[in-house]
C-alpha cells in the first residue's frame, strides 16, 4: 500500500497496532482471499466507511488487473513492513540514548533572552554561528536605520513645537522645545532616503513565504506575512526560516567563509547607500543639539538593543562583515515559541547531551497566557529566567502604565508560583547590570521609582543586593515546594563573563541530569 494511504490509514485510525493491522489484513486479503474475483460477485461495501472503501479491489478487474495488483501490494507489505522496521530502531536508539537536557528561556521582550541563546551558540557551534553572519548584517543594518528613524522623527517633533504658538506647547518641557539649526535640518533631508532602506529590509523578511508551523499554543501559526510590525518595530515568527533569505548557497564547501557567503553584488543591499551616507550620518549623531532632543523627549537610544551608533564607522564601511560582539547586539524582535537543538559536552566525564533550548517570545500577550504555554514545558530540567534589572525607570511598550521592573517581577512570581513548574529548576539574571551601574552613576535614583527603595543608597551594590532579595522572597512565598535560588548578575552581551556562567550551569544542568538518569551518583 503506498505510503501516503498508509499515513491517511494511521491518522484516520488514530491507533498505529489498529492501523498496522489494517494494513497487513489489506495485503492478506488481496493476497489468498480476494474481495472480488472474476465471475464472483461483488462483496458489498459500506460506502459510509473510507479505509473499507479505499481497499477494496476495482470493478470489472481481469485476471491480469489481478496479477499486477498483487504484485504492487506485495512490494508495498515489503516497503510497508521495512517501515516499520526502521521505525522500531529509531525507537530503540531513542531509547538507549540519554534524555536529552531542556531549557526554557523566559522573560519580557528585550530583557535578553536571543543574546543568552547566541551566547550558547557561540560556545558551542561557532562554525554554524559563523555562517549566520550575514543576516545578522542585515539585521545589523535594519538597526542602525531604525535608530535614525527616531532619531529624524525626533527632529520634525522638534522642528514643529519650537514653531507652535507658545500657548499651543505650555505642557512642554524647554528641553523638549528646542529648535534644530540649518546644520541639523540640512542633515536631517541628506538623510531621509535612509528610511527606504528599512522598508526595503522589511520587505526581504516579509518576502519568506513559509507558514508551515505547527499548530497549537506553543507555536502559533505563521502569518501569511511573517514579519509584521509590532508597534513601531519589525517581528518575524520565531518559526520561519528567514536567516536564508540574506545569505548566498555555500552549497559544495567544507568551510565557511562569510565574504563568500554574502552577496556583495546584491542591488538590494543597502550596504553601499550606508557607506555613503556614513559622513553625515557620524555629524548627525555627534551633535549635542540631537541629545539635548533626544533627552528632551525621554529617548535614550543606547540603553535599547541594536544599539550601533557609537560604531557607525565599522557597521557601514565598504563590505562589512559583524563581529560576535556585533551580532550579540542585534535586535530582531521575534514572536512565538522557537526550539533551538545542539550537542553539548562535559569537560569532566567526556559525555556528550543534546540539548534542546527554547526561546519564548516576550511579547507580554504571549509570556502572559500561561494555560497556553506552560503544559508544553512541564518537563523542562530548567528555565532561565530574565529580568533587566536596568528597566527600572521604565515602561512596557505595550503597556505604557506598567513599569517593567514590576512586570518581570509579577511574571517571576507567575512561574514561581505555577504547580505544572514545581520540579523545573530556575535560574535567575538579574540582567544589563551594565546599564544599572550607569543609570545609578547619572543620578537617577532608584527610590524615585521603586518606593520600597526608601533611604538606601544610590549605588550599583546596594540596587543589586536589593533586588535580589526581593526576588529572592517572591521564590520562598510563592513557590510550591523548597527551591535553590540560583541568580547571577548578568551583562549577557559580555562574551566573557556570561560564557563563564553559561558554562558553569550547562555543567550544573549535565550532572543533575545524568544523576536523574541514574548514570552518576
Same mark, same amino acid.
Given at each position: ?229 509590532? +508597534? ?65 523627549? +525621554? ?223
Amino acid at each position: 500500500m503506498p505510503r501516503v494511504l498508509k499515513s491517511f490509514i494511521m491518522e484516520a485510525s488514530g491507533n498505529r497496532a489498529t492501523a498496522h493491522y489494517l494494513i497487513t489484513r489489506r495485503a492478506d486479503l488481496s493476497l489468498s482471499s480476494p474481495l472480488h474475483a472474476p465471475g464472483l460477485p461483488m462483496r458489498s461495501l459500506d460506502e459510509s466507511d473510507p479505509i473499507a472503501v479505499a481497499m477494496a479491489p476495482p470493478e470489472n478487474e481481469s485476471p491480469e488487473e489481478r496479477e499486477l495488483r498483487v504484485q504492487k501490494e506485495r512490494a508495498a507489505k515489503q516497503v510497508s513492513d521495512e517501515i516499520d522496521e526502521q521505525l522500531s530502531r529509531e525507537q530503540q536508539r531513542v531509547k538507549r540514548q540519554p534524555k536529552p537536557v531542556k531549557i526554557l528561556l523566559l522573560g519580557q521582550s528585550e530583557s535578553g533572552k536571543s543574546t543568552t541563546l547566541k551566547n550558547f551558540q557561540l560556545m558551542h557551534e561557532p562554525k554554524a554561528f559563523r555562517a549566520e553572519r550575514p543576516s545578522w548584517r542585515a539585521i545589523i543594518q535594519l538597526n542602525v536605520v531604525r535608530s535614525f528613524r527616531i532619531i529624524l522623527d525626533a527632529l520634525a517633533r522638534a522642528s514643529s513645537a519650537a514653531d507652535r504658538p507658545s500657548s499651543a506647547h505650555r505642557s512642554h518641557s524647554s528641553s523638549n522645545a528646542i529648535r534644530p539649526d540649518g546644520e541639523l535640518l540640512a542633515l536631517r533631508t541628506r538623510l531621509l532616503p535612509l528610511l527606504q532602506i528599512e522598508d526595503t529590509l522589511e520587505r526581504r523578511l516579509s518576502s519568506t513565504d513559509d507558514s508551515r508551523s505547527a499548530d497549537g499554543p506553543a507555536n502559533p501559526r505563521s502569518p501569511t506575512n511573517p514579519a509584521r510590525r509590532a +508597534g513601531k518595530e519589525v517581528a518575524i515568527n520565531s518559526a520561519v526560516a528567514w536567516k536564508k533569505v540574506f545569505m548566498r548557497d555555500p552549497a559544495g564547501r567544507d568551510s565557511v567563509d562569510t565574504q563568500n557567503v554574502v552577496d556583495w553584488d546584491d542591488p538590494d543591499d543597502p550596504g553601499a547607500m550606508l557607506h555613503a551616507c556614513s559622513g553625515d550620518m557620524q555629524r548627525l549623531w555627534a551633535h549635542p543639539t540631537v541629545s539635548a532632543i533626544l533627552a528632551g523627549q +525621554g529617548i535614550r537610544l543606547q540603553e535599547s538593543s541594536g544599539f550601533f551608533l557609537d560604531s557607525l564607522e565599522a557597521v557601514t564601511a565598504p563590505q562589512y562583515v559583524p563581529t560576535d560582539d556585533h551580532i550579540l547586539r542585534a535586535r530582531l524582535k521575534t514572536l512565538g515559541v522557537s526550539e533551538h537543538r545542539m550537542r553539548l559536552s562535559d569537560p569532566h566525564g567526556g559525555i556528550t547531551r543534546e540539548f534542546h533550548i527554547f526561546d519564548v517570545g516576550g511579547q507580554r500577550s504571549m509570556v502572559r497566557s500561561r494555560p497556553k504555554w506552560v503544559p508544553y514545558f512541564d518537563d523542562v530540567d530548567s528555565i532561565i529566567f530574565l529580568a533587566p534589572i536596568s528597566a527600572f525607570d521604565q515602561a512596557l511598550a505595550e503597556e505604557p502604565t506598567v513599569n517593567r521592573l514590576a512586570d518581570s517581577l509579577d511574571l517571576w512570581t507567575a512561574v514561581v508560583s505555577n504547580k505544572l513548574l514545581a520540579k523545573t529548576n530556575l535560574i535567575l539574571f538579574l540582567n544589563k547590570v551594565d546599564i544599572l551601574q550607569s543609570k545609578l552613576a547619572s543620578g537617577i535614583r532608584m527610590s524615585d521609582f521603586l518606593p520600597t527603595y526608601g533611604l538606601r543608597p544610590n549605588d550599583f551594590d546596594s540596587a543589586s543586593r536589593y533586588l535580589r532579595k526581593q526576588f529572592n522572597a517572591v521564590l520562598k512565598q510563592s513557590s510550591p515546594t523548597p527551591r535553590v535560588f540560583y541568580c547571577h548578575l548578568t551583562n549577557v552581551i559580555d562574551t566573557k563573563s556570561t560564557t563563564y556562567v553559561l558554562a558553569n550551569i550547562k555543567d550544573v544542568l549535565m550532572r543533575f541530569n545524568l544523576k536523574e538518569s541514574y548514570l552518576i551518583l
